[in-house]
T-cell receptor, first 115, second 109 residues
C-alpha cells in the first residue's frame, strides 16, 4: 500500500513564525503536491514538484516556499506565518499509470492554526 | 475562468440510492476524478472517467458526458459509512487538477 505521511496532524503557531510542514511518501513517486483545503472551497494547489530539486508554482504560492532535496520528501515552508494561512494542508503524491488515470495519494493532513 | 460546481450538501436514507452531480467548465479536459473524504481524513480515490459513459465499481458508478461538461457519482445500497464528502476534480489541458468544493453526503438510518 502506498503511504504518504505528514509530520504533524495538528499545529499551532504564532503570527510571524517560520513553519515547516514535512511530507514523506514511500512509493518512489516522481510527483508530489501541496494543497490547502478550506471550507466551501475546493482543494487549492500551492506548489508541486515533478523531480528532486524541481518545483512549480500552483495557484496560490504567495507566502509559501517548498523544498525537495530527496525524492521521497517534500517540505512546505511558511516563511512568516499569518492568520490567513490557518487551514488544512494536504500533501499528495502521484504514480504514473499507462491510461493516464494517475490518482493522487494523500497524506492525513496537517491542521495548522496561526494565532 | 475554470469552474467546478457540485451541490454543497445532500441527505439520503440508508439502503437507498443517491446521485451526486458535478458540472465543469475548464480549459481543456483530460479526465475527471471522484474522491471520497471522511471528516478529518485524507481524500481517497473512487473513480476516473475520460470517455463518455458509465463506469461501474461495485456499489459506486460514475458517469461522464464531455459534450455537456457533466458527471455524476451514483451510490447504491447506501450504508452509514458512506457519510462523507465527495470531491469532483477535472484535469485540464495542462494536466493540472481543478477541484470542486465537495458535496457533503449525510446518510440517515
Amino acid at each position: 500500500d502506498v503511504k504518504v505521511t505528514q509530520s504533524s496532524r495538528y499545529l499551532v503557531k504564532r503570527t510571524g513564525e517560520k513553519v515547516f510542514l514535512e511530507c514523506v511518501q514511500d512509493m518512489d513517486h516522481e510527483n508530489m503536491f501541496w494543497y490547502r483545503q478550506d471550507p466551501g472551497l475546493g482543494l487549492r494547489l500551492i506548489y508541486f514538484s515533478y523531480d528532486v530539486k524541481m518545483k512549480e508554482k500552483g495557484d496560490i504560492p504567495e507566502g509559501y516556499s517548498v523544498s525537495r532535496e530527496k525524492k521521497e520528501r517534500f517540505s512546505l515552508i511558511l516563511e512568516s506565518a499569518s492568520t490567513n494561512q490557518t487551514s488544512m494542508y494536504l500533501c499528495a503524491s502521484t504514480e504514473y499509470t499507462e491510461d493516464l488515470s494517475y490518482e493522487q495519494y494523500f497524506g492525513p493532513g496537517t491542521r495548522l492554526t496561526v494565532t | 475562468g475554470q469552474n467546478i460546481d457540485q451541490p454543497t450538501e445532500m441527505t439520503a436514507t440508508e439502503g437507498a440510492i443517491v446521485q451526486i452531480n458535478c458540472t465543469y467548465q475548464t480549459s481543456g479536459f483530460n479526465g475527471l476524478f471522484w474522491y471520497q473524504q471522511h471528516a478529518g481524513e485524507a481524500p481517497t480515490f473512487l473513480s476516473y472517467n475520460v470517455l463518455d459513459g458509465l463506469e461501474e465499481k461495485g456499489r459506486f458508478s460514475s458517469f461522464l458526458s464531455r459534450s455537456k461538461g457533466y458527471s455524476y457519482l451514483l451510490l447504491k445500497e447506501l450504508q452509514m459509512k458512506d457519510s462523507a464528502s465527495y470531491l469532483c476534480a477535472v484535469r485540464d489541458s495542462n494536466y493540472q487538477l481543478i477541484w470542486g468544493a465537495g458535496t457533503k453526503l449525510i446518510i440517515k438510518p
